[in-house]
């Protein structure tokens, strides 16, 4: 399926913005869905609106049978070896929560370390913060190279035998930088720490095998691979999933609840207290038969030929500064225009039907390691193509004159 093809298949790219034709370039902050996606959502309100787990009848048990029905392919889509593995949550960040609560603070004390790099975002920064707050352990820092990636040299050097808990990002919605979080894993295992992979950048775009890279943990979001908000999952070995306890309590999660004593169900159950994101699982399902049959190899493929294509058309545009590395990155370029505000980059791009994003993108400290208050983002998907790049850079040309006594 070529990508004229597959944009068919998105309603919301066949209409103007502002009066002209929608490019929508901000696919890290949330994808588009298809209709595939859409009407697996609608066909379950319509036809199999019941609560999972509880109900014989028979929408129970076809709304059971879809749920459950998700998560394995949820499983089969990362390789974790049961269903056992995967907790349906709201998103990454409610997953890397729920270890950074369930799990470090169980584990860590006074003087433990906990590593993560200053490119994370904030929902892979703030939940160890509080954790080293709450256990007394040390938070630290890989450094980043010159742009923007991390050496395994470096990691070899902050991961000790007092750390307890690696936590990064397989791609980073900033720089575009792949992370080699299998040789980090192999790292911090050889010294007794376990690996926590945020891959909310990653999921969407790469083929990822979690028995491969051996992480400990890996979190993801739906929304941005195709599937509905409000809907993600954590992925975690079983005997560490076995080891944590609950940190929400209520229905649906427990065993045997006594007058002041209650215990919980097996995995993966007992981290899903209450009635759970039916509908946005029964999505993120069709989601992923939506992405296979694609395949993500082909993904993976498209989005590096358009970022090369874009970097090599943007760099052309003077005063413009592209941050991350050059080559071997993923389908995202964050930029900035001189000195024009990015958020009237932004504005003006949105005149012409140009969707990008402005801001800190959710990683401040970041932001004050490349010296930029912020920047404007361009991410590209698999329904992105060459003539979306060309206006993007048409419109930047426009903006840059517009601007111009801001620049040089």
């Known amino acids: 399926m070529n990508t004229k093809e597959i944009r068919q298949l998105f309603p919301i790219l066949h209409q103007e913005v502002n009066g ?6 901000d696919s890290a902050a949330t994808s588009q869905k298809p209709v595939s996606v859409i009407e697996a959502i609608k066909h379950y309100y319509e036809w199999d609106n ?3 787990h509880r109900g014989v009848h028979t929408l129970g048990s076809r709304a059971t049978d879809a749920y459950e029905g998700a ?14 593995e995967i907790i349906f949550t709201r998103g990454t960040t409610t997953a890397l929560n729920l ?16 590593v993560i790099t200053p490119m994370e975002h904030h929902s892979n920064l703030i939940p160890w913060q509080q954790a080293a707050k709450a256990t007394g352990a ?8 010159e742009d923007g990636s991390i050496s395994l040299e470096d990691v070899e050097q902050t991961i000790t035998e007092r750390t307890k808990i690696v936590s990064i990002t397989y791609v980073s919605n900033v720089l575009g930088v792949i992370n080699p979080v299998k040789e980090i894993a192999a790292i911090a295992h050889r010294k007794g720490a376990k690996m926590v992979v945020d891959g909310a950048q990653s999921t969407p775009h790469l083929k990822v095998d979690v028995q491969n890279l051996d992480c400990d943990f890996y979190a993801l979001s739906g929304h941005k691979m195709c599937g509905p ?8 070995k079983k005997a560490l999933l076995q080891e944590m306890d609950p940190i929400e309590f209520g229905g649906e999660m427990i065993d045997h609840v006594d007058l002041y004593e209650s215990t919980w169900k097996e995995l993966p159950w007992k981290f899903e207290g209450g009635t759970p994101m039916i509908a946005g699982a029964v999505g993120l399902g069709a989601a992923i038969d939506f992405l296979e049959s694609i395949g993500l190899d082909a993904i993976d493929r498209h989005e590096k030929q358009l ?4 970097m090599e058309r943007m760099s052309t545009i003077d005063d413009l500064t592209i941050y991350g590395p050059r080559n071997d990155r993923a389908g995202l370029i964050t930029f900035n225009l001189g000195e024009v505000h990015p958020h009237d980059v932004a504005t003006v791009l949105d005149a012409d039907g140009i969707a990008i994003r402005a801001g800190h993108h959710c990683c401040q400290p970041l932001m004050r390691w490349l010296k930029a208050s912020s920047t404007a983002r361009a991410s590209f998907y698999l329904y992105n193509t060459e003539e979306d790049v060309d206006r993007l850079v048409a419109s930047l040309i426009k903006t840059k004159e517009y601007f111009g006594h801001a620049i040089g």
Not at 20 to 25: C, D, R, S
Not at 229 to 236: R, V
Not at 307 to 310: D, G, N, Q, R, V
């Open 229 to 236: 908000t409000g809907i993600g999952a954590l992925y975690g």
């Open 71 to 84: 998560r394995e392919k949820v499983a089969k889509f990362i390789n974790a070896k049961s269903t056992e």
């Open 50 to 52: 019941a609560n999972v």
């Open 20 to 25: 002209h034709p929608l490019v929508y370039l």
């Open 138 to 145: 040390i938070l630290k820092y890989i450094p980043l190279q």
């Open 307 to 310: 970022t090369a294509y874009a």
């Open 99 to 114: 270890v950074a609560t369930g799990y470090a603070r169980s584990v860590c004390r006074e003087g433990d370390e906990i």
